[in-house]
């Protein structure tokens, strides 16, 4: 057929690849990750990164947003695409890999992926983040005393380095210290190693201590404006404690900000610093 140049345009050889067609009897999803959840649990959750039951409360929450019209046959359903995005994010395979492995093609499992990740935050991130109010810190500060015995402990806080392909045209912006190209997670853990509060998307180049300035928490930490609870007496012998937060060597000590003892690799330091640092 010509167009309206008068070139000839090529008549596509098929619509879904003879690979592909199989899918339902070869693909990961529908064979491999299907006999998984139902004869072995645990290496199923060494597959996705999750138990069966929180998979199927995952599909149960984002399906409004993922279902797709069955117009066709081969149409994809919530749970595979869902198990080819946590697959891709669990093992840091390439999207070609991921293709091969469900019998997806490549233009597909790009956009279902993306598609899907927007999902998980705009679904998810409401339910799993802490809400930064006084309430909510008391929670986790309890958590720390029970567990680590830290008293007004509100989180532990750093910065991890997502290791990446060098963006196009992008220089050295994402050239971190390691050798590597990569973009930064700053995170604040609650005392069950959870994420309350993130920040995703720095350039590898920057420092944790540059990123945690320029971010909302950050400088509401800076400026004094976070809400955390007022000082509370733990014992007679130290007074009032502020609420505070624990980080490392990167980051600025302040009174809402601790940090540990320097030398802490060192016989020589007291052993009331010695035991502050191992908490």
Request: overall charge positive; hydrophobic content about 40%.
């Amino acid at each position: 057929m010509e167009n309206m140049k008068g070139v000839c345009r090529a008549k596509p050889r098929w619509h879904i690849r003879p690979l592909f067609l199989d899918r339902e009897l070869h693909g990961h999803y529908h064979c491999f990750a299907r006999e998984l959840q139902l004869y072995n649990s645990a290496l199923y959750f060494n597959f996705m990164r999750m138990t069966s039951t929180t998979f199927e409360e995952l599909v149960i929450l984002v399906s409004p947003k993922l279902q797709r019209n069955p117009i066709r046959k081969d149409i994809l359903s919530v749970g595979e695409i869902l198990t080819a995005t946590l697959r891709y994010l669990a093992s840091g395979e390439s999207m070609v890999s991921i293709m091969y492995s469900f019998r997806i093609g490549k233009a597909t499992i790009t956009k279902i992926i993306y598609e899907c990740c927007t999902v998980l935050w705009d679904t998810l991130y409401k339910k799993v983040l802490l809400q930064p109010i006084r309430s909510n810190w008391v929670q986790v500060a309890k958590q720390f005393y029970e567990q680590w015995q830290i008293p007004n402990c509100c989180g532990a806080l750093d910065g991890k380095h997502v290791v990446h392909q060098a963006f196009a045209n992008s220089g050295s912006t994402n050239f971190n210290y390691k050798g590597s190209h990569s973009t930064v997670l700053l995170a604040l853990c609650d005392a069950n190693y959870y994420f309350t509060i993130v920040d995703i998307g720095s350039p590898g180049r920057c420092s944790d201590g540059g990123i945690f300035k320029e971010c909302t928490l950050g400088k509401a930490i800076l400026e004094k404006k976070i809400d955390f609870p007022e000082p509370i007496e733990i014992d007679s012998a130290n007074g009032k404690i502020p609420y505070y937060i624990i980080a490392d060597e990167a980051f600025p000590l302040m009174e809402n900000i601790m940090r540990p003892y320097p030398g802490r690799g060192k016989a020589h330091l007291p052993i009331r610093e010695s035991v502050f640092n191992y908490r």
